[in-house]
């Protein structure tokens, strides 16, 4: 009779998942005993650190990942990280250890003690499950609505002793061996609506949002905006944790305003605002204004039927992004329209002391390779990263859709180890970096070459903007003095260098970049934000 475990492990690797992030205790050996050798076990010290790794896993392997944390501690350490990952649609699958069946009543230590309540509200699925033999099909079942649309993280909590009790094998061998697939296309009817509104537009628009990556809609939503001449612009930042649209496209138009007005003001003139693999919209800070420019209609399509259903305006189409954009691409004829303007190349910032950031991003740009991933999480450099580098392939971006910060650091990690072959660069401001710090460890102990780029600017510049926005003056807790995150770093074991000048920021990163181990470039920044 095989035992859970060796079904629950059939099953992981049934489903090609053998990459697994964990922080174990007393309540998780029982799952990791005689750990089998065609697995990996990526050990993150902190919670939210291994759930951050595995987020980035996820999405850069396009897999289902398994974060295995701590009873409910651990799962506590993690519950920014499991919200952030719900935001960024991340099919995982979250597993905590739980005390022995016959010690759960009684409270003994570390039991979890509503284990599917604690972390529900932030996951698709919570479950505990009522007998041994049912973890494997608990597992299975979520694993398979993780990586249903619209993708995220599920939660299992396991009892200690049921690794070890014996399962059903003909059961077993049913759940480990089966398969799920639920990418629907919108009905024909629905794209031949589509297609003919778009078509008949005087002066349309494409919002590209993050799930035209995950769903592989990349070439399709390029061939739409070039068949129907449409300018693009991204979603908002703080939604946008992929690229939907190659920002080096001259008929990439830059990032929309994360604000209700504002929105509505930039796409002013458009009658038809066709917004695909995003919410409408992911605004904040709260300026009011109308919801769409006058006379404007908009129609979303969006495999999240939570999505469709909260959008203030607007059409929206519940279905896979990707096939739909394939679907609508065959169905709209070449459009007379004439293309939009071209969009002018990046600004140059002049060179100071200390360099503003955007000339950081503009040194990081000379140097980045072609197949480079950027993880970016510097609040105030946002759009100056994204204006300097123009990203323009798929699966080159990753940023924490949710606003919460300590993706960043880890997701890079787990990002360089699901594709070992492109470089990736994490730009992170020095505050950011202490949400995820003891990734560096992860990085040094695994051999995992990410660059980090760390821009110190010795506030929480981001916060200082909103204050004025917000008009609140006189907020405490807006400075970092004396954060040396290259000291820091190299005391994970990350070998760090201190960049200055704009020449020594491109040596350094080409360096970094290089290198098969991980490498650090901290560089002062001018305070405040840097938009250009
Ligand atoms: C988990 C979490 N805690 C706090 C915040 C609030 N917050 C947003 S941006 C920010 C400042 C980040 O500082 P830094 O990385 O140095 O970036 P800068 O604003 O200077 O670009 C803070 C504290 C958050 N978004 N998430």
């Not at 910060?405 to 970096?433: H, K, M, N, T, Y």
Request: aromatic letters at 6%.
């Amino acid at each position: 009779m095989p035992t859970v475990r060796d079904a629950s492990f059939d099953l992981f690797r049934n489903q090609g998942m053998m990459t697994i992030f964990g922080n174990p205790g007393s309540t998780e050996l029982p799952m990791l005993a005689d750990f089998p050798g065609d697995f990996r076990y990526v050990l993150g010290l902190q919670e939210a650190v291994v759930v951050g790794m595995a987020d980035g896993f996820a999405q850069a392997s396009r897999r289902p990942t398994i974060a295995n944390l701590h009873t409910a501690p651990g799962v506590g350490n993690a519950m920014g990280a499991i919200f952030t990952a719900q935001a960024n649609h991340t099919p995982l699958l979250v597993t905590a250890g739980q005390q022995t069946r016959a010690q759960m009543t009684l409270q003994a230590n570390l039991t979890n003690r509503d284990a599917i309540r604690m972390v529900h509200p932030l996951v698709k699925w919570s479950y505990e499950p009522p007998r041994a033999e049912d973890v494997p099909l608990a597992l299975a079942r979520g694993i398979h609505l993780a990586s249903l649309p619209p993708q995220g993280p599920v939660f299992v909590s396991i009892p200690m002793d049921d690794w070890g009790a014996e399962a059903d094998e003909a059961d077993t061998s049913h759940a480990v061996g089966r398969g799920v697939d639920g990418r629907a296309v919108a009905s024909p009817d629905s794209v031949s609506r589509l297609a003919a509104h778009l078509d008949k537009a005087s002066n349309p628009v494409l919002v590209a949002g993050p799930d035209i990556d995950a769903s592989g809609g990349w070439d399709a939503a390029v061939g739409l905006a070039e068949r129907q001449r449409l300018p693009v612009w991204a979603t908002p930042a703080p939604g946008g944790g992929k690229l939907g649209f190659p920002e080096g496209h001259p008929n990439f138009r830059g990032v929309l305003p994360p604000a209700i007005g504002p929105v509505a003001q930039t796409l002013e003139g458009h009658d038809l605002i066709l917004v695909a693999g995003s919410s409408v919209f992911p605004y904040y800070p709260h300026i009011p204004g109308p919801l769409l420019p006058d006379g404007a209609t908009l129609v979303a399509i969006t495999s999240d039927p939570d999505e469709a259903a909260r959008a203030p305006m607007g059409y929206a189409i519940v279905a896979d992004v990707g096939l739909t954009l394939k679907a609508l691409l065959e169905a709209v004829p070449e459009s007379s329209r004439p293309a939009p303007e071209p969009n002018p190349g990046p600004s140059e910032i002049p060179a100071e002391d200390p360099l503003n950031s955007s000339t950081v991003h503009s040194a990081l740009a000379e140097v980045f390779p072609e197949d480079g991933i950027i993880v970016l999480e510097s609040p105030a450099s946002t759009l100056a990263l994204r204006n300097q580098l123009r990203l323009s392939r798929p699966g080159s971006y990753y940023f924490s859709a949710g606003g919460g910060l300590g993706f960043g650091l880890p997701a890079a990690v787990g990002a360089q180890l699901a594709q070992p072959d492109r470089p990736v660069v994490c730009v992170i401001g020095e505050g950011s970096v202490q949400y995820g710090v003891t990734a560096f460890w992860s990085a040094a102990a695994y051999d995992v070459p990410v660059t980090f780029l760390v821009l110190r600017n010795s506030e929480y510049a981001i916060l200082k903007w909103f204050a004025d926005v917000e008009q609140v003056t006189g907020a405490p807790g807006l400075d970092l003095p004396a954060l040396d995150c290259a000291a820091v770093a190299e005391g994970y074991g990350v070998t760090a260098h201190r960049a200055r000048e704009r020449d020594e920021v491109a040596a350094a990163l080409s360096k970094a970049l290089a290198s098969s181990a991980p490498e650090l470039v901290e560089v002062p920044v001018q305070p405040g934000m840097s938009l250009f």
